[in-house]
């Protein structure tokens, strides 16, 4: 909601001052004082926009930038686009603040209904209630003392002093000057200052003195910030001083009944503003009463803010923001005829002329507008531009009837073909530095130069259609350009095409416009705004920051802005930082918006004809639009130096919200879905333009830039630690000085903390050795495998050459001497005694081989690989050829021998050997008597053979040594062992060691 300011008419004071009154130096008023016309405008908050209620009792700003609210639906907090409410304590959800003051602590107190004080501390959200001792009456204001202690004034006259918890209740009876309502304040210098029963003075907090006599109305206090106070009883204005020195300052004008002042705000630049009960709000700027409208007449609550805002509280109009109108429209409200404006200009005598898109012709000056019809002498609705003259002629070009003029207050003879003008249907009109009036036309392929009465015709390029824009830069070169993206030059009596400077594509043109720098800008439709400078083109933007792509107007003004009239609005952007980006440097350009926030409907730029907007002699921009003319007052213009303070408001997990200030360092569940984050920066210069960007640190690598959208939402971050970090620009695209800032963490799951990872790697590693170890295993199983595998073929070979050699040494030699006996059987064929006796040693030899085949086959069979087996077989050997060479043979054999297995070789060697040692027995032992001894140890076998012959001495026999050489051989093959002990008569001990076989 917006409300504009009127003006009215200069109110001359008219009053006397006191014989009482003396005047201070420094606040005599030397001039009569009047109300004055304010550049003032109000936007409006009320229940509709989220205000609690539209009446608002108090206004304060706190230290993070927020504005609060009192209310008489309680209190609530603002950013500029969103009220908070905040709720209270002790059970009472609907509080009405009757009044609220925010101390040096930044804490609000809330004088509530029934006389309850509520202190709230605006960081820290603690509250604090006072009951006790205070009156039921309903408190009327409050203010701070320098000792800290706050006082409450009440309805009915008390006045309570509050220090901690100590309250204490000043009434007639305890030295108050009166029962009538007291208005408070304190100032700078820690004084309590109480006006009551029409006398003002200090308070100590002990005991009041009176310093000076004030008519006894309704009033109200500020101190001053040169000292001193501020008194407004009924309408009039005073001065006082520490010294009781009283100066009447002027007296608020009101149309009717008496003034009843409610509140007083003094800016920093000294203008003063006066609230009033059913008055409205005035303002008393160098010397002037000027009164501003706002949504309502009852005016509760002021304040300013730390932008320059002007914040108004009313009785049933809601909340109202006050600043200072940079554009005003003037349109048909303002009695034009016809919205939409197409040209505009300023004459010398600083009147505002302007043509509309029907065609009227129209004056602004005085505050009014003058529509000129057929008795001012202008003939017709045919207008198309307008433009003034160096000697304060007006030129006026038509549809068809040529070029106007008016000068020294009436209409002079119109140019037209007569004269030499080229067309009657004119486009626009230049007038330059040289006394030169360029015209332009509808239609045709001419450009006129008119100077002293005489026409110059300059052809345009071939193929140029009607020229759309004109200008002189500071060199004083003409251009043109038209919507065929044509942008041509004057030079001399002929236009030059230099388009190709541009290097551009299709881009139709719409504006131009020169700056002192010899720049030419160059407005284009949808394509931004490009810059000629020393032959160089270059183009800026949206993508660079411009708030509109198709720019409908240029005017540089002189306070180093470039305004901009576009197809959604106006703007203005610093020419500093349009030369920044056109020289490429990455910074974006500052471009401010002037619209709904200044008051304004949409303001949709016309162009098209020359000239369209322009500048007036005392730096006024005009601007033509759609809805009127847009006057910019350039000097009005306060830039925005207060970078916003951000504040993260909002943390949520999965929609559940969290407090991050109450819980400390987050750390969140690994398996959440879904994080939001809500901030805001409290701004109040077009709070809808306040910029963001955000970074969350362990996650995005660059800032995100988030425009207006006040919210950053992440899905499934995976667990380590974060901080999100916040930043935001007001309107003037200043950032803040540092982020917000709010640090969580997300816990891993099981899997990915450091224990699971180290017992994970405790586990590889011990699969890794186990892997090691297995496979080590594995091979050496595999080694041993081959390694048996090898051993076994082997043994089958030595197996074989063993069979092999015994068959070819114990069976050949036994079929030899057969064969050999048998030849000799043969030869004594007649010889029958000889012949028998060689067949029976053929049976001998023969029985000898089958035994020797009986043990090769024995020890080739490996169902004999035993222990047991071999005592059997090599016992019943040793008993049956002993007993066959008539020698005892006795054996002492283990009744249960070990489960032992004996290779094939093993049992054929130790066998063999013991066979050798029978054989050396009964050849040479001459004994009657044998023992074979077996004894199983954990080591091996152990086969004694003892005779009772007669045994040897060494050197040992060479036929014995041969039998002995033989048995250690076997055995040391074997692995084993042979040991001989003997004595002559002692017999012959013959030990055989066999170890076991792994």
């Not at 008489?72 to 905040?86: K, N």
């Not at 695209?733 to 405790?762: D, H, I, M, N, Y």
């Amino acid at each position: 909601m917006f409300l504009a300011v009127r003006h009215a008419r200069a109110h001359p004071i008219g009053w006397l001052i006191s014989r009482r009154l003396a005047v201070a130096l420094g606040w005599v008023l030397t001039t009569t004082l009047a109300l004055a016309a304010g550049p003032w405008f109000a936007r409006v908050w009320q229940v509709d926009e989220g205000l609690p209620g539209d009446s608002v009792t108090g206004v304060a700003q706190s230290r993070d930038g927020f504005l609060w609210l009192g209310t008489q639906a309680g209190l609530a907090r603002f950013d500029g686009l969103h009220f908070q409410r905040q709720p209270m304590p002790f059970g009472r959800t609907h509080r009405i603040v009757r009044a609220m003051f925010m101390d040096r602590a930044e804490r609000l107190w809330l004088a509530e209904e029934a006389g309850v004080i509520v202190r709230f501390d605006t960081a820290s959200g603690a509250v604090l209630e006072w009951t006790n001792n205070l009156p039921r009456s309903q408190p009327a204001s409050l203010a701070q003392a320098g000792d800290g202690a706050v006082w409450v004034a009440y309805l009915d006259g008390s006045v309570c002093r509050i220090d901690g918890e100590t309250v204490r209740r000043f009434t007639l009876a305890d030295g108050l000057p009166g029962t009538t309502p007291a208005a408070l304040t304190g100032d700078g210098n820690g004084r309590l200052w109480l006006l009551q029963a029409g006398q003002l003075g200090l308070h100590d907090g002990v005991a009041f003195t009176a310093l000076a006599g004030i008519p006894d109305r309704s009033s109200a206090l500020l101190a001053a910030r040169r000292g001193g106070l501020f008194v407004c009883a009924g309408e009039q204005l005073f001065h006082c001083t520490t010294n009781g020195v009283l100066t009447l300052l002027g007296e608020v004008p009101a149309a009717r009944g008496q003034v009843r002042p409610t509140q007083m705000l003094e800016e920093p630049s000294g203008a003063l503003w006066i609230g009033t009960m059913s008055h409205g709000l005035f303002r008393l700027a160098n010397g002037v009463f000027a009164p501003v409208e706002t949504s309502h007449g009852r005016i509760k609550s002021l304040a300013h803010d730390r932008e320059g805002n002007i914040w108004v509280g009313t009785d049933g109009g809601g909340l109202n923001r006050l600043r200072q109108q940079v554009v005003e429209l003037r349109g048909k409200d303002a009695g034009l005829p016809f919205d939409t404006v197409r040209s505009s200009c300023e004459d010398p005598q600083g009147v505002i002329w302007v043509v509309t898109q029907n065609g009227n012709l129209a004056t602004w000056s005085a505050e009014r507008w003058r529509v000129f019809g057929v008795e001012d002498g202008w003939e017709g609705d045919d207008a198309t531009c307008v433009t003034a003259g160096p000697d304060g002629t007006v030129f006026i070009g038509t549809f068809a009837r040529g070029v106007h003029r008016w000068r020294a207050g009436r209409f002079l003879e119109p140019l037209g073909r007569a004269d030499g003008l080229a067309r009657t249907s004119i486009r626009g009109l230049l007038p330059d530095r040289d006394g030169n009036l360029w015209i332009a036309f509808a239609s045709g392929n001419v450009l006129q130069r008119h100077r002293a009465g005489q026409f110059t015709n300059l052809q345009l390029p071939e193929g140029s259609r009607a020229v759309r824009a004109m200008t002189e830069d500071a060199a004083g070169r003409i251009w043109l350009a038209n919507l065929d993206a044509q942008l041509l030059r004057v030079e001399g009596d002929r236009v030059v095409d230099e388009t190709a400077l541009t290097r551009e594509p299709y881009r139709p043109i719409r504006c131009l416009a020169g700056t002192p720098d010899g720049s030419l800008w160059i407005g284009y439709s949808a394509a931004g705004v490009g810059r000629l400078r020393d032959g160089q083109f270059t183009r800026v933007a949206a993508e660079q920051g411009l708030l509109d792509n198709s720019i409908c107007s240029l005017v540089p003004d002189d306070r180093g802005w470039m305004w901009f009239g576009a197809d959604h609005g106006l703007f203005r952007v610093p020419l500093a930082d349009l030369h920044a980006a056109a020289d490429g440097r990455p910074e974006a350009v500052r471009a401010i918006s002037h619209g709904r926030d200044d008051g304004l409907p949409s303001l949709q730029s016309y162009y098209g004809y020359t000239p369209g907007a322009g500048r007036a002699r005392d730096g006024r921009v005009l601007i033509p639009t759609h809805a009127g003319l847009a006057i910019v007052h350039p000097d009005r213009v306060r830039d925005n130096p207060v970078p916003p303070q951000v504040r993260i408001e909002r943390f949520a997990v999965d929609n559940r919200r969290l407090n991050p200030g109450a819980q400390g360092r987050m750390a969140l569940a690994p398996d959440h879905h879904r994080i939001e984050l809500g901030f805001t920066a409290p701004s109040f210069i077009e709070p809808e333009r306040v910029r963001f960007r955000y970074n969350l640190r362990g996650w995005d690598d660059q800032w995100i830039e988030a425009g207006s959208e006040r919210q950053a939402v992440y899905s499934r971050l995976p667990a380590g630690q974060y901080e999100f970090r916040v930043l935001a620009a007001n309107n003037a695209g200043r950032w803040s000085e540092s982020p917000a800032t709010l640090a969580f963490g997300v816990r891993p799951f099981f899997w990915q903390t450091w224990w699971f990872r180290f017992l994970l790697l405790l586990l590889a590693a011990a699969l890794t050795v186990g892997l090691f170890v297995a496979t080590r295993y594995v091979s050496h199983r595999r080694l041993q495998a081959k390694v048996r595998q090898l051993e076994q073929e082997n043994a089958v070979q030595r197996e074989r050459a063993r069979i092999a050699q015994d068959i070819h040494d114990d069976i050949g030699a036994h079929m030899t001497q057969i064969s050999l006996l048998a030849e000799l059987t043969r030869r004594h064929l007649r010889e029958p005694d000889a012949a028998g006796e060689h067949v029976e040693q053929i049976g001998r030899k023969a029985g000898e081989a089958i035994k020797a085949l009986d043990e090769i086959v024995w020890a080739a069979n490996p169902r004999n690989d035993t222990v047991a087996d071999l005592l059997d077989y090599a016992g019943q050997y040793a008993v049956n050829f002993l007993q066959a060479a008539n020698v005892r043979c006795r054996l002492d054999f283990p009744d249960a021998p070990p489960p032992r297995t004996l290779s094939g070789e093993a049992r054929h060697g130790l066998f063999l050997a013991v066979k050798e040692a029978l054989h050396n027995v009964i050849k040479h032992a001459h004994a009657t008597e044998v023992w074979l001894r077996v004894r199983a140890t954990g080591t091996g076998l152990d086969w004694q053979v003892d005779d009772n012959g007669r045994g040897f001495t060494t050197p040992v026999p060479d036929a014995l040594a041969d039998g002995l050489r033989n048995m250690r051989e076997r055995l040391q093959r074997l692995g084993g062992s042979c040991d001989v002990q003997t004595a002559p008569g002692a017999g012959v001990r013959v030990t055989f060691h066999l170890p076991w076989q792994d």
